[in-house]
C-alpha cells in the first residue's frame, strides 16, 4: 500500500492557461475525492467519485474546473483559464465504502498551484 | 449550517506540558468526526475517527474524546515532534456522503 499519490507535487502558471492534475487513489479504494485549501483554512470539498461516477460536485467547482475518473482508477482535475484566485493546495483522497456507512479518507500529498 | 469551528487557533506549549484542543460542531446529524494531522506543505494525515458520544479513542500520546457537541483532543507530554496543525473534520448526515466540513485547524508548537 503506498498510499494516495499526486503529480505534479507543484505548478506556477500564468493567469489563463490550462492546467491539470493528476491523483492516484489507494489500490481497491472505490470513492476518489478533490478538496483544496488555502493558506489559513481547512480544506474545503470540490466533488467526489465512486468509481467512475461523478456524484456530486460542490457550488465552489465553477465550470472551468472538470474532474473525471476514467475506469475508476485515478482521476484528474482540469482548472481552465486559471485565475490568480484559483491559487491553493488541491489535495486529493481515496476511501473504500461498502454503502452506508462512514468510512475514512485516506489523502495524498496534495498539489500546490501558484498562477502568476 | 453545517459549521467547524476549532479553538485556539495556535498553541504555544512547552515540551512536557499537557493541553487540549477543542473542536465543535453543528450539523443536522452526526455520521462521523475525525481528526487529521497535517504538517506545513504535506497533505491531511488520518489520526481518529469517532462516531457517538462517549467515544474515546488514543494513539501514543493523543487521546480523542467526543461529546453531542463538541471533541477535544489531548496531547499528554509533548514532544516538539507533535509540532503541526491538528485539523477537525465532520461528516453529517444531511449532506453529502463525501463531503468532509473540516474546521480551519489548530496550529500546535511544541518547543524543547
Redesign the interface.
Known amino acids: 500500500d503506498t498510499g494516495v499519490s499526486q503529480n505534479p507535487r507543484h505548478k506556477i502558471t500564468k493567469r489563463g492557461q490550462n492546467v491539470t492534475f493528476r491523483c492516484d487513489p489507494i489500490s481497491e479504494h472505490n470513492r476518489l475525492y478533490w478538496y483544496r485549501q488555502t493558506l489559513g483554512q481547512g480544506p474545503e470539498f470540490l466533488t467526489y467519485f465512486q468509481n467512475e461516477a461523478q456524484l456530486e460536485k460542490s457550488r465552489l467547482l465553477s465550470d472551468r474546473f472538470s474532474a473525471e475518473r476514467p475506469k475508476g482508477s485515478f482521476s484528474t482535475l482540469e482548472i481552465q483559464r486559471t485565475e490568480q484566485g484559483d491559487s491553493a493546495m488541491y489535495l486529493c483522497a481515496s476511501s473504500f465504502s461498502r454503502g452506508g456507512g462512514t468510512e475514512t479518507q485516506y489523502f495524498g500529498p496534495g498539489t500546490r498551484l501558484l498562477v502568476l | 449550517e453545517d459549521q467547524?469551528t476549532q479553538s485556539p487557533e495556535a498553541l504555544r506549549l512547552q515540551e512536557g506540558e499537557s493541553s487540549s484542543l477543542n473542536c465543535s460542531y453543528t450539523v443536522s446529524g452526526l455520521?462521523?468526526l475525525?481528526w487529521?494531522r497535517q504538517d506545513p506543505?504535506?497533505?491531511?494525515?488520518?489520526l481518529f475517527?469517532l462516531?457517538s458520544a462517549g467515544e474515546e479513542k488514543e494513539k501514543e500520546r493523543l487521546k480523542a474524546t467526543l461529546t453531542k457537541k463538541e471533541s477535544f483532543l489531548h496531547i499528554t507530554a509533548p514532544k516538539p515532534e507533535d509540532s503541526a496543525t491538528y485539523?477537525c473534520?465532520v461528516?453529517n448526515y444531511g449532506g453529502?456522503?463525501?463531503?468532509?466540513?473540516?474546521?480551519?485547524?489548530t496550529k500546535l508548537s511544541v518547543k524543547p
Do not use: C, D, H, M
Open positions: 467547524v455520521r462521523g475525525f487529521y506543505g504535506k497533505g491531511p494525515e488520518f475517527t462516531y485539523l473534520a461528516a453529502s456522503q463525501g463531503n468532509l466540513i473540516f474546521g480551519k485547524g
